[in-house]
């Protein structure tokens, strides 16, 4: 059996959701994908997301079984019914030995009403107290659909939080901004409908007023996800959300896809655009250790807005992210050596 590779000051794990083929075949139970994590030889811990109704008994001793520590810990939310789950994760996470809890936070509340900023950061702080007595703390995760999906109100609610000397913790997942450069539907559900560049300047790499670049200098980003995708594609037809719209195109194949496994034609130049940006952050990680993500779950998933629908393998892409990861992360520090 294969042990970890070191993480070398880089430590790269997997969201569980990702270790399966494609939904088209049956889903393998919890010890075999800890199996295949362990065989993969290529991640230093599990992030894992609340199921309802699983028992999570057995993890401990997967946990130890597998000699794969649950890194990241975490959920989805609405302010307003899932206080107690929250609190619930929280001390879950501790217990598991997970010290960072990943939180998505819906945009509306219980009742359908928007959540405001002050909403937001308010339950951030409970998380916080929460999260400290357990021993694993708080990253709101910057995604569609929650209240962050509205990106300069990371912003706003960083500066209340600061009034209660609090910093905020996000986690990164660059999929998130970069699918909706030159994109006009997603463009406006971000409020950036009147960008004159399809976005760039605020999303991309390359922006100098760029989201991610300006959390990533205010020591906010504390945890990041690695899922490539591919700028203005319009959607995911090959899966259609609860709702019945299409699913949307946060998820690009990193590897090749075979044929009549993806839903467009692929091409290697597609991703240019987010591995530069994972560069970039990596870059910083390397420079800056302690105003950086801590480490990386590499997150190729199905479902409808993501490889849902699709054929290819998302465990093979998972796998060469995660070295490709280590490859880039070895090949900076090689070059900062050499000065």
């Known amino acids: 059996m294969n042990r970890p590779l070191p993480s070398n000051g880089l430590p790269v794990g997997i969201n569980i959701d990702g270790v399966l083929v494609h939904d088209g075949l049956p889903v393998p139970d919890a010890p075999t994908r800890f199996a295949w994590i362990r065989e993969a030889g ?3 811990y599990v992030e894992k997301n609340i199921a309802p109704g699983e028992d999570f008994a057995p993890y401990f001793d997967w946990v130890e079984q597998y000699g794969l ?4 810990f975490g959920g989805i939310f609405c302010a307003g019914r899932d206080e107690a789950l929250m609190r619930w994760g929280l001390r879950t996470g501790g217990r598991l030995g997970a010290r960072l809890f990943n939180m998505q936070l819906f945009a509306k509340q219980a009742d359908g009403q928007p959540l405001s900023d002050r909403q937001v950061a308010d339950c951030f702080l409970d998380a916080m107290a929460h999260g400290s007595a357990a021993g694993c703390l708080p990253a709101l995760e910057v995604h569609v659909d929650m209240w962050s999906e509205r990106f300069e109100r990371v912003e706003a609610v960083a500066e209340l ?5 609090v910093a905020l913790r996000l986690t990164l997942d660059h999929s998130h901004l970069l699918f909706k450069i030159d994109n006009p539907d997603e463009l406006a559900l971000s409020g950036l409908q009147d960008a004159d560049d399809g976005g760039r300047s605020l999303l991309s790499p390359k922006g100098a007023r760029s989201f991610y670049r300006q959390w990533l200098e205010r020591g906010w980003v504390v945890h990041a996800h690695a899922r490539s995708v591919a700028p203005g594609i319009p959607g995911n037809p090959a899966m259609r959300r609860a709702d019945g719209r299409p699913g949307r195109a946060i998820q690009y194949p990193f590897v090749e896809p075979g044929p009549g496994e993806f839903h467009r034609p692929w091409q290697e130049e597609d991703l240019a655009v987010w591995k530069s940006a994972l560069r970039d952050m990596l870059a910083w990680r390397q420079a800056y250790p302690g105003r950086a993500p801590g480490q990386i779950s590499c997150e190729f998933i199905p479902f409808p807005d993501y490889g849902g629908g699709a054929r290819y393998d998302i465990w093979r892409n998972n796998i060469a992210c995660a070295r490709w990861l280590r ?13």
């Open 42 to 44: 290529v991640f230093d």
């Open 69 to 72: 520590p649950i890194g990241v």
């Open 327 to 339: 490859t880039e992360w070895e090949r900076l520090g090689s070059q900062a050596s050499l000065g």
């Open 161 to 165: 939080l600061a009034r209660s000397n």
